[in-house]
């Protein structure tokens, strides 16, 4: 479990990265230990916020994820999303091989991998040169800082 938390005008971003049954437990108990009114999901960059003050709750919950759930926090540079966008959209061609989208988290470029793989593996009946491309994309995404290899094991 990780938490990355960046500090911007409007209060603290916090990001979630887990596996699903660690993300569920975290979830619950971020809304229970940080009331409705002092946060909002923020689609668009997907992430929380949390206004300045619910921040004093934030520490609170932080520290019970760190002692319950071994989680790891990372606090961030507030320039540190837009970077990292800049990479993804430079990895745009490579995700598109993938069938997604730049701001897929590791977890879900592994599993497209993993799913086209199947099917297009020469193992299996499929292409050479599709599956030539996966790998090549698959490596170009690992390669550039976004490792799916480091998301949580189920």
């Not at 437990?25 to 971020?30: D, K, P, R, W």
């Amino acid at each position: 479990m990780k938490i990355s938390v960046t500090q911007t005008e409007a209060g603290l971003q916090v990001r979630l990265y887990s596996d699903s049954a660690h993300f569920a437990v975290a979830l619950e108990t971020m809304k229970s230990h940080i009331p409705r009114h002092h946060r909002r999901f923020d689609a668009a960059q997907r992430c929380w916020m949390i206004d300045p003050q619910g921040q004093g709750r934030l520490e609170s919950w932080l520290s019970w994820m760190r002692r319950e759930l071994k989680a790891e926090v990372v606090y961030r540079s507030p320039h540190h999303r837009s970077d990292s966008l800049d990479q993804r959209s430079s990895l745009t061609p490579a995700y598109a091989t993938l069938h997604l989208l730049p701001t897929a988290p590791p977890e879900l470029v592994k599993a497209a991998y993993h799913c086209l793989a199947r099917i297009n593996h020469p193992d299996v009946g499929g292409d050479t040169k599709s599956m030539q491309q996966i790998n090549i994309a698959y490596a170009h995404i690992k390669q550039h800082g976004m490792n799916p290899d480091r998301t949580t094991s189920r």
